[in-house]
């Protein structure tokens, strides 16, 4: 009974907080953010989802190497 209704209130808490998730992976937050500078958490979910989770970090690893040698 216990295991029920910890599954219900979560069902429960995930039809309450849907308007927040749609909008939070909205693509218009990556637009707005674009528009004025600033990667949203939208586009880092889009582009871990798209390029995969091991090559974003590198992506990133890298290009901070690159600034910080004065090479990029």
């Known amino acids: 009974m216990k295991r029920q209704n910890i599954r219900k209130?979560?069902?429960?808490i995930?039809?309450?907080?849907?308007p927040i998730t749609i909008y939070y992976f909205s693509p218009f937050l990556i637009i707005e953010g674009m528009t004025k500078?600033?990667?949203?958490?939208?586009?880092?979910?889009?582009?871990?989802?798209q390029v995969g989770y091991k090559k974003f970090v590198w992506f990133l690893l890298i290009n901070r190497q690159?600034?910080?040698s004065g090479t990029g």
């Open 14 to 18: 995930s039809f309450l907080l849907f």
């Open 66 to 68: 690159r600034v910080a």
């Open 37 to 49: 500078g600033i990667i949203t958490g939208s586009f880092i979910l889009f582009t871990l989802n």
């Open 9 to 12: 209130a979560l069902i429960i």
